[in-house]
C-alpha cells in the first residue's frame, strides 16, 4: 500500500514537473517567474506581457464525469466595458439557473452566450471571430480589475506547451484592445 502511495505521488510530481518545465519556455520568450510551493505543489507563473501583469495557474473539479483539469490566466488590466461570456453547455452541467441570462453567440462549433448586460453591442462580429479562435473554453470574464479566463484541459502538459499557450495570451490579448 505505501508502495502505491510512492509511486502516485511520483507520477504526480512528475506531470506537474513536466508543465512547469513548460511554463520556464514561456518565461524564456516573455519573461517572468515560475512559482512552485512544496513537492507536490502545482507552478504558478506570474510575468508581464504586452505591459499587463499575467498569473497562469491551475485549477481541478470533481464532477459526475470525474476530475477535470482548468487553465487559469489572469490578466491585471482595466477594462472599459463589463462582460462576462461562458459555456452555455458548462454551465448546463452545474444546474446553473442563470442561463437564461445569457444572450446565445453564433460560434462555430460550441455553443456560447455572453450576460445580457454587456455594452458591446457594437462590436459582436469581431467578438465572435475572436471567441471562435480562443474556444473551447469555460469563461471569459472583463471588469474594472482585468480579465479571467479558464480553459478545460485533459491534458496540462499538452494544454501549457509552447507556443500554444503563447498563442492564448495573444488573443487575451486582442480582446482586450478590443473591448
Not at 455572453?114 to 458591446?120: A, F
Not at 469581431?126 to 474594472?144: A, C, E, M, W
Request: glycine share 6%; proline share 2%; aromatic share 8%.
Amino acid at each position: 500500500m505505501i508502495l502505491i502511495f510512492i509511486a502516485v505521488n511520483i507520477l504526480r510530481k512528475l506531470h506537474w514537473l513536466s508543465i512547469q518545465k513548460n511554463l520556464h519556455d514561456l518565461t524564456d520568450e516573455i519573461g517572468g517567474d515560475v512559482l512552485r510551493k512544496g513537492f507536490l505543489g502545482r507552478p504558478i507563473f506570474h510575468g508581464r506581457y504586452k505591459d499587463m501583469d499575467i498569473t497562469i495557474n491551475f485549477s481541478t473539479e470533481r464532477t459526475r464525469k470525474g476530475r477535470v483539469n482548468y487553465l487559469d490566466i489572469s490578466i491585471g488590466t482595466a477594462m472599459q466595458h463589463k462582460f462576462t461570456i461562458s459555456s452555455l453547455s458548462w454551465l448546463r452541467e452545474r444546474g446553473e439557473e442563470s442561463v437564461e441570462n445569457f444572450e446565445p453567440l453564433s460560434v462555430k462549433n460550441s455553443e456560447y452566450g455572453i450576460l445580457k448586460n454587456h455594452q458591446l453591442k457594437t462590436k459582436m462580429e469581431s467578438l465572435q471571430n475572436l471567441i471562435t479562435d480562443l474556444s473551447p473554453f469555460v469563461y471569459v470574464y472583463g471588469g474594472r480589475n482585468g480579465l479571467l479566463f479558464e480553459k478545460e484541459c485533459q491534458n496540462l502538459v499538452i494544454c501549457t506547451r509552447h507556443p500554444k499557450l503563447r498563442e492564448i495570451l495573444d488573443k487575451l490579448a486582442k480582446l482586450i484592445n478590443m473591448v
